[in-house]
Nanobody, 124 residues
Framework: VRLVESGGGMVQPGESLRLSCATS????????MNWARQAPGKEPEWVSG????????YYADSVKGRFTVSRDNQKDTLYLQLDNLQPDDTALYYC??????????????????RGQGTQVTVAS
């Protein structure tokens, strides 16, 4: 199982980024997926989750309305669109495979496999 994030970078407040998570080694369309982040000196924070079909999505209050999670099951890839980025969004962002069974809503805060992360820095 492998998860590889990309798309991070340094942007100014109000700008956007699109993160990608390329997966391999498992049947991507069978699993819920999530995004989390960790800022320097802080605990990891769950950001978003998405069901295997993509029809159901979850967001932390801190990003609701600004971030959009999606997936392409044909490409085995997870995405996170980050809009109106703010300095507090600066963190290492990483994707994860949701623990089974994915139908349990609380499981979207947990992952059994995570990638190495991609850095997002928001500064003026």
């Amino acid at each position: 199982v492998r998860l590889v994030e990309s798309g991070g970078g340094m942007v100014q407040p109000g700008e956007s980024l699109r993160l990608s998570c390329a997966t391999s080694g498992f049947v991507f369309s069978n699993y819920g997926m999530n995004w989390a982040r960790q800022a320097p000196g802080k605990e990891p924070e769950w950001v978003s989750g998405i069901s295997p079909s993509g029809y159901v999505t979850y967001y932390a209050d801190s990003v609701k309305g600004r971030f959009t999670v999606s997936r392409d099951n044909q490409k085995d890839t997870l995405y996170l669109q980050l809009d109106n980025l703010q300095p507090d969004d600066t963190a290492l962002y990483y994707c994860g495979r949701v623990v089974e069974p994915w139908r349990v809503a609380s499981h979207y805060h947990r992952a059994d496999v995570r990638g190495q992360g991609t850095q997002v820095t928001v500064a003026s």
